[in-house]
């Protein structure tokens, strides 16, 4: 489904699918898409005119700079 520019997906456990589901559910499901997007960001550096973002990941924090990805250790 998508609103806007952001797309939003119906899970596989869901009570409802495609061909089922309400204006309320579909509401329902584009506010929790737009909350876990503006949670996404911890912070935002600038360094040198680039950008180094600390985001939120599936697996944990990490950090974002220069269109790749790197793990924030546990430690």
């Known amino acids: 489904m998508k609103w806007g520019s952001l797309f939003c997906s119906i899970k596989k456990d869901a ?3 495609l ?13 929790e898409k737009k909350n876990a997007e503006a949670n ?9 005119g680039e950008e ?3 985001l939120n990941g599936m697996y944990g924090p990490y950090i974002k700079y220069r269109k ?3 793990k924030i250790p546990k430690s």
């Open 52 to 54: 180094i973002q600390v």
């Open 19 to 31: 061909f089922s589901i309400t204006l309320d559910q579909a509401i329902q499901l584009i506010e």
């Open 68 to 70: 790749k990805n790197y």
């Open 40 to 48: 996404k960001y911890i912070h935002t550096f600038k360094h040198n």
């Open 15 to 17: 009570e409802f699918d």
